[in-house]
């Protein structure tokens, strides 16, 4: 992508109704606030904020969620520290939001909802140290701009601008029950994912849903095995696996090209068209076999010391040796005939300014532009979701997308 245009975006902020505010202040000097969360979370009905002071420091304890509530701190651009842990219970139509959280001790569902109408957890800007389970039929859980250590595991939703970092950390989307729905789309949407002398691995294994993985940056350093990334083959709804950038630096991340190695990359279930325009680079050597095991045809990807299996991929696909000094997979800078106008030409890949799609995170209707602007402070919403045509045409006007969004404090 060469320049973005102006975009006008409708955009719909986490919160935008609420009954009552009710005031959580630890030290008292809040006059009619309650001296804990679970104090005001006995007091709340469905639509009322939990407004959080931080002036006292973090709060010990540990809260259950059992009504359509907000939670979030006091002062804009605050966080909010909980040395405890966090259960949310189920109901049919409620919904969560959870903002600005730093929590020290574990995030989970209490368990499955019946079937009806989803229970929705939104968390925002928030920061996890543990694994966190939410693993159960029911829910929807959405985690958008938020930074985890562990890994978080899901069976519906959405992840969003994350950045996952540590050992063990990554995304599961696990089985769930077709009586829950099977028409779903599990959006997987420019987050980054970073091991340092770690492997890693994620698996997308619900059958019953659809898998949008788009625009995500894996960096892998200094590892004895690469990332795993497993994607379950969902008939009848075709995955999509676009835009990505694989990084191995300095980490045997190639595989023989198995179903067991834990060193590839699977994609069942995605083809063609639908496995377009990602960057695969590595500077460990070529040793190693396919990184795509189960892919049909993949289109305009480029491999950068990596092997393949021409089988598997189709001519229209790059290779090359190594990659350490081409580009810097986290900003796209220097990747110059590699990468801009070189992904796959067809009207839905275009860049935002309507130009050939770049491969990588920055290239496509879902480049990290949308959702991480540079500086992270100019003020922009960042983007949830844009509601926007598989396809744009350049009609001489203005470009008007819909946005889901969210201001960060």
């Known amino acids: 992508m060469k320049k973005i245009y102006s975009l006008i975006c409708c955009l719909c902020l986490v919160g935008a109704v609420n009954a009552a505010d009710l005031s959580v202040d630890k030290t008292g000097a809040v006059a009619g606030s309650y001296p804990s969360i679970t104090a005001a979370l006995a007091a ?17 304890e540990n809260p259950t969620v059992d009504a359509s509530v907000t939670l979030m701190a006091a002062s804009p651009r605050d966080y909010w520290g909980l040395e405890g842990n966090l259960l949310i219970q189920p109901a049919n139509g409620r919904e969560v939001s ?14 499955n909802t019946p079937v009806g109408a989803r229970c929705v957890v939104n968390f925002v800007d928030c920061r ?4 966190s389970n939410f693993s159960f039929d029911g829910f929807e859980v959405n985690v958008l701009y938020c930074y985890s250590n562990k890994a978080f595991n899901i069976r519906r939703g959405s992840f969003i601008g994350n950045d996952f970092e540590g050992t063990n950390s990554g995304i599961g989307i696990l089985p769930g029950n077709a009586a829950f729905g099977t028409g779903d789309t599990v ?32 960096n892998n350093r200094n590892a004895s095995s690469g990332f795993q990334v497993v994607i379950a083959d969902t008939a009848g709804k075709p995955n999509v696996f676009r835009n990505n950038t694989y990084w191995g630096y300095n980490s045997n991340s190639n595989s023989n090209c198995n179903a067991t190695s834990t060193h590839s990359i699977l994609l069942r279930g995605v083809k063609d068209h639908n496995a377009s325009s990602n960057i695969f680079a590595s500077d460990y050597g070529t040793g190693g076999g396919c990184v795509l095991y189960g892919m049909k045809g993949g289109e305009y990807n480029l491999f950068y010391g990596l092997s393949y299996t021409p089988g598997l991929l189709r001519a229209t696909n790059s290779y090359g040796g190594s990659s350490s000094s081409i580009f810097d997979p986290s900003t796209g800078a220097g990747i110059g005939a590699f990468g801009q106008n070189t992904g796959n030409p067809n009207t839905e890949f275009l860049d935002l300014d309507l130009t050939r799609n770049d491969r990588g995170t ?46 960060l404090r």
Do not use: C
């Not at 959870?98 to 368990?111: D, E, L, P, R, V």
């Not at 996890?128 to 694994?131: K, V």
């Not at 500086?375 to 926007?388: C, I």
């Open 128 to 131: 996890f140290s543990e694994i």
């Open 44 to 60: 709340a009905v469905d639509g009322d904020r939990l407004v959080i002071y931080t002036e006292g420091g973090n709060y010990f």
């Open 362 to 407: 920055y290239g496509g209707p879902f480049s990290w532009e949308n959702y991480r602007p540079n500086p992270p402070s100019d003020g922009r919403a960042r983007v949830w979701f844009l509601e926007m045509p598989s396809k744009i045409y350049d009609l001489g006007g203005t470009t008007v997308v819909k946005a889901k969004g969210v201001h």
């Open 187 to 218: 959006l997987i949407i420019a987050n980054s994912f970073q091991t340092i002398n770690r492997s890693s691995h994620m698996t997308f294994n619900n059958p019953n849903v659809r898998f949008y993985v788009a625009n995500n940056f894996w």
């Open 98 to 111: 959870i903002i600005g959280m730093t929590i020290w001790g574990t995030a989970n569902g209490a368990g």
